[in-house]
């Protein structure tokens, strides 16, 4: 009995201790804000183990001694009207003895979907144990809003998504992933209860983290007239697209698929505003389709288009043919349409009404 009250004392005292970062200004987040925390942390030996609980409101981005660990991380609001999920990750290949810089990037949604429960609160709640231990951050975390994020003007999303379209300005870029760069002058974050922020209890992940296929060149590209790229993909896919190219500073490029009226209604565009010289681009919010469009002003010499599918971590079971080609086609078809629909959405709404035109034909 002893040890069965000890074990749910020290569960508990876990569950108390977690808390979450987040800003210490007097009015919410806007949505579609883009928020950088780091901290250090700093171990008396290498970690054989280790398992870190990591939640935000809404995806996030993990850096550790500059090295990418965790891209788009956390789930959507909803395991219940109330409660967050959070992340347990067990491997983070860049941690080692001695000083860490620990950085990270929260976008944060800022407002319901169908698949999303918004909370009134950006920010982080993160717990470390290496080799058994718990490991706490050497100072309290700072924050900083993402200068160069911003949500682009024109048409909005639907209401169905809790997604905004993503604006990028490269010449207010920082590298604050990096170990050495100086945060000194950014404010340090606030420390509040689960309670406080809306997030309530935390609620571990029960999908894997997102398959990363890897960034592949496309199908086929051609332009069309002098300011349109058309790249296809080989399916409709959940991808983020990329783009290589040199160009002045200021100029602005959009991207979409052509499922950006999937449904009729309007679903995500990317913006990306040009620094000098030779350059690189990748949107982190995905979208969905058969064809990605890039549109380019004049002035820009596009180098290298390419893009990066990511979806469910599974494997396609089944095969089927039969000696009508529409047939066998559309079993193709609908197996696609499947993976499509299993990334968050699946859970909470039904398959029509996947974010970023699901439906494959």
């Known amino acids: ?32 804000t883009w928020w950088c925390f780091r901290n250090t942390v700093t171990l008396d030996e290498q970690p054989r183990s280790l398992e870190l609980r990591l939640a935000a409101d809404t995806k996030y981005w993990l850096w550790v001694n500059g090295e990418l660990q965790v891209s788009e991380g956390g789930l959507k609001r909803g395991p219940n009207p109330l409660d967050t999920y959070c992340d347990v990750i067990t491997s983070l290949p860049a941690l080692r003895a001695g000083e860490n810089t620990v950085a990270l990037l929260v976008w944060y949604f800022g407002k319901d979907g169908f698949s999303h429960r918004n909370s009134s609160t950006a920010g982080i709640s993160f717990s470390l144990s290496c080799n058994g231990k718990e490991v706490e951050p050497d100072a309290k975390w700072r924050v900083k809003k993402h200068p160069a994020y911003y949500v682009p003007q024109g048409e909005q999303p639907n209401y169905r998504l809790a997604e905004s379209n993503i604006g990028f300005d490269a010449v207010k870029d920082i590298p604050f992933m990096s170990p050495d760069y100086d945060d000194k002058k950014w404010k340090k974050a606030t420390e509040i209860t689960l309670e406080k922020a809306g997030w309530n209890q935390l609620v571990d992940r029960p999908i894997p983290f997102w398959k990363d296929y890897g960034l592949k060149p496309y199908a086929k590209t051609e332009m069309q007239g002098d300011t349109l790229l058309r790249a296809y993909l080989p399916y409709n896919a959940q991808i983020t697209p990329y783009i290589r190219l040199k160009a002045p500073a200021g100029k602005c ?75 066998t086609r559309l079993w193709d078809k609908s197996q696609r349409t499947l993976y499509i629909t299993m990334r968050e959405p699946i859970w909470t709404v039904p398959i029509a009404s996947v974010p970023s035109g699901g439906a494959t034909w």
């Not at 009250?5 to 800003?23: I, N």
């Not at 449904?263 to 990317?270: D, E, L, M, Y």
């Not at 030779?278 to 002035?299: A, D, I, R």
Request: glycine residues 8%.
């Open 1 to 32: 009995m002893k040890k069965w009250l000890c074990m749910l004392v020290c569960c508990l005292s876990v569950y108390v201790q977690a808390q979450v970062w987040t800003l210490k200004e007097k009015e919410p987040a806007a949505p579609g």
């Open 253 to 327: 490029i959009r991207i979409r698929t052509d499922n950006y009226r999937g449904g009729s209604a309007t679903n995500v565009f990317a913006e990306y505003r040009t620094c000098e010289g030779e350059q690189t681009f990748e949107c982190k919010g995905w979208m969905n389709g058969h064809y990605v469009l890039y549109e380019l002003p004049e002035g820009v010499e596009v180098l290298d288009v390419k893009y990066r599918e990511t979806g469910y971590d599974t494997s396609f079971a089944g095969s089927f043919s039969c000696d009508d080609p529409m047939l």
